[in-house]
């Protein structure tokens, strides 16, 4: 067989076994000029490490997702980047319970530093130990009268002698709320609302005064209190570090996601095996040669910006890690577990076993929008398995994939699925 003619992507990954319902040291099989290699770079940016680099200019943006895949008896504990989760649960083999969730978060509470909160950046306008206020600025605007942001209406009324001081009446739906000094270079937060707002300067032109100001939609944290952005949860905040406790982790669903946390449960069984899903988006500025993790390396070689990686020079790519491609023929006998995406008029290697399937893909069989997950042994291999994912149509196929991608499949011999809109329901 000729795999450059029949335009056929052949990807190795080296994965941890942690009796996971996903194949270990898996080959993902597509057919490149098929819709079917979309859903396998879908199902790789999901399951697997990758990271995803775009040169521009001197500047290198770069997209950091890391899939680790965790075993754990009764306690999920997990540390990235300063952040930490900790999740206590009980496992009756059929189904997950979760007992406590305590999200960390290690901060240098330092002003005008920037945080990531709920994949949102803030800038620490306030800390006074009990409380720490979080603003993402919005608007900066000069003004001799009176601005709007949202509903609210803030009106300028006098201005001390020094200019230090200056006095507002603030409106809500044209209602007075509060009069207040605002302070130079001092945050002031609207009463009961998320707005935030620091005086800055005061300029004159043609004998007028004119005020500058900065507006932020903020976020207070105080110590014992709800979190703002979620009342599922109490903030707590001791020293150098943010501790957010859910309320009721009972009613988590099995599936669930928390500030950079994507979190499945993917294998049940003695022991529980956890899929976590982490992004990070950053640039970085070359200037020479500089390290960007995972034998990744950015150069700047004259006036020209790459990246560098297994030899190759690239301008935009994604790297999926602990992968190369298989270069011999007889794929079904590679010493590898395999997933098979696409049915056997799609993908050439589901169609060589097509007659050992559980259940036979065609146009007709599973019928529209559904497909079949199917865990079998490689009749030419059989210490390794083969997971096909298939369908009757393209909308089949992708509720496979989704389904592997979102912890709904978890390691049965046979799982039938429907794409109903963008969900996907369990058949069979």
Not at 86 to 100: D, H, R, T
Not at 294 to 304: A, Q, R, T, Y
Request: proline share 2%.
């Amino acid at each position: 067989m000729d795999i450059k003619k029949v335009g056929i992507l052949f990807l190795m990954f080296i994965f941890l076994s942690f009796c996971s319902a996903f194949p270990t040291n898996a080959i993902v099989i597509a057919n490149k000029d098929s819709v079917d290699y979309d859903y396998a770079k879908l199902l790789m940016n999901n399951m697997y490490s990758n990271k995803k680099v775009t040169v521009v200019g001197n500047h290198i943006n770069i997209t950091d997702t890391k899939v680790y895949y965790i075993p754990a008896y009764n306690k999920l504990k997990i540390s990235e980047n300063g952040e930490t989760l900790i999740v206590e649960f009980e496992n009756n083999n059929k189904s997950i319970q979760y007992k406590s969730l305590t999200y960390e978060r290690e901060i240098n509470f330092e002003k005008d530093k920037k945080v990531e909160f709920f994949g949102k950046l803030y800038k620490i306008l306030d800390h006074d130990g009990d409380s720490l206020i979080l603003g993402d600025e919005v608007k900066n605007i000069t003004t001799n009268e009176s601005f709007e942001y949202k509903n609210y209406k803030i009106v300028l009324k006098a201005v001390s002698f020094d200019k230090n001081e200056l006095l507002v009446d603030v409106y809500k739906d044209n209602e007075l709320i509060e009069s207040v000094k605002l302070k130079k270079g001092k945050y002031h937060q609207v009463k009961d609302s998320d707005i935030g707002i620091i005086y800055n300067e005061t300029y004159e032109s043609l004998k007028r005064l004119y005020f500058n100001f900065n507006v932020y939609d903020a976020i207070k944290l105080v110590d014992g209190e709800e979190f703002p952005l979620n009342k599922d949860f109490i903030v707590y905040i001791r020293g150098n570090k943010i501790e957010l406790e859910h309320k009721h982790p009972e009613n988590l669903p099995e599936n669930f996601k928390i500030m950079n946390f994507n979190v499945y449960v993917d294998s049940f069984g003695n022991i529980t095996t956890f899929r976590v899903k982490t992004t990070h988006n950053y640039e970085e500025e070359i200037d020479d040669i500089q390290y960007l993790g995972d034998d990744v390396w950015g150069i700047k070689e004259g006036n020209k910006t790459y990246v560098f990686y297994c030899g190759e020079k690239y301008k935009n790519a994604t790297f999926y890690f602990g992968c190369g491609k298989i270069l011999d023929d007889n794929v079904l006998k590679v010493d590898s577990d395999l997933i098979l995406i696409g049915g056997p008029v799609s993908n050439n290697i589901t169609n060589q076993i097509k007659d050992k399937l559980k259940i036979k893909i065609d146009n007709n069989n599973p019928g529209k929008n559904r497909g079949v997950i199917q865990l079998i042994k490689n009749p030419y291999n059989p210490k390794h398995n083969i997971l096909v994912l298939a369908g009757s149509d393209r909308n089949g196929t992708k509720a496979c994939v989704l389904a592997v991608i979102n912890g709904i499949y978890k390691n049965q011999d046979i799982m039938i699925v429907e794409l109903d809109g963008d969900k996907v329901k369990v058949i069979k």
